[in-house]
């Protein structure tokens, strides 16, 4: 069974940093994506960053330049670093991951799109606040 556990959320004033982790387990695929999502009170869910097992990225505009999607496959963790943080950042942050595949033209376009239908585990979220 596919668990995925965020932490490092917390409340930081604009400006500010913080590192997201999402610990993985459960699976063994050898191809897969996995993705940041965020959502805001009374907003949709929307995907942040994703990254694949070859390692293809992808940024909303929003955070491009700001966030970086990483992983380390020894620890089967995910991150997310965040810097330069924005009041409009506030959201809780969501993990998710599937397998994905089977080229990695497929992937990367799951990577490109980063939409909520093609992750089909998540985490139970990690609040993130930023103050102005």
């Known amino acids: 069974q596919v668990q995925l556990v965020e932490s490092g959320g917390g409340s930081v004033q604009a400006g500010g940093s913080l590192r997201l982790s999402c610990a993985a387990s459960?699976?063994?695929?050898?191809?897969?994506?996995m993705g940041w999502f965020r959502q805001a009170p009374g907003k949709e869910r929307e995907g942040v960053a994703a990254?694949?097992?070859?390692?293809?990225?992808s940024y909303a505009d929003s955070v491009k330049g700001r966030f970086t999607i990483s992983q380390d496959n020894a620890k089967n963790t995910l991150y997310l670093q965040m810097n330069s943080l924005k009041p409009e950042d506030t959201a809780m942050y969501y993990c998710?991951?599937?397998?994905?595949?089977?080229?990695?033209?497929?992937?990367?376009?799951?990577?490109?799109?980063?939409?909520?239908?093609?992750?089909?585990?998540w985490g139970q979220g990690t609040q993130v606040t930023v103050s102005s």
């Open positions: 998710a991951s599937d397998q994905c595949g089977p080229t990695p033209t497929h992937r990367r376009r799951v990577v490109a799109g980063r939409r909520k239908a093609d992750f089909g585990y």
């Open positions: 990254i694949d097992s070859d390692g293809s990225t």
């Open positions: 459960g699976y063994t695929y050898s191809s897969y994506c």
